[in-house]
């Protein structure tokens, strides 16, 4: 069965960083596009940072540029979100999805992915 599953969220005073795993099982990531989304309360869901199945494509979403940093281990089936520099603003519920056949030039829409993991907290907040 396919899942995925974040870890490492937290509470983190602003300034501070967290790295987010999201963990695979039951298939092989090297053959899909990963990609890191959040949910704040009364907010749509919104592509934070996605990448290509071997890592040639990455896209990140404008507010995070320059301060998160999205990368794979396929051969610990594992993708990361090294998170600098957080703000009160970047407070979500962080979810991993994966998918096949995405299309690269809308590589972070939600609709664009099948599979979900359950979502990990991050807080930031002095």
């Known amino acids: 069965q396919l899942q995925l599953v974040e870890s490492g969220g937290g509470l983190v005073q602003p300034g501070g960083s967290l790295r987010l795993s999201c963990a695979a099982s039951?298939?092989?990531?090297?053959?899909?596009?990963i990609g890191w989304f959040r949910q704040a309360p009364g907010k749509e869901r919104e592509g934070v940072s996605c990448?290509?199945?071997?890592?040639?494509?990455?896209n990140y979403a404008n507010s995070v540029k320059g301060r998160f940093t999205i990368s794979r281990d396929n051969a610990k089936n594992t993708v990361y979100l090294q998170m600098n520099s957080l703000k009160p603003e970047d407070t979500a519920v962080y979810y991993c999805?994966?998918?096949?056949?995405?299309?690269?030039?809308?590589?972070?829409?939600?609709?664009?992915?099948?599979?979900w993991g359950q979502g990990t907290q991050v807080t930031v907040s002095s």
């Open positions: 039951g298939f092989t990531l090297d053959y899909y596009t």
């Open positions: 999805a994966a998918a096949r056949g995405v299309a690269m030039h809308d590589m972070c829409a939600t609709r664009q992915y099948a599979y």
């Open positions: 990448i290509s199945g071997r890592g040639g494509i990455i």
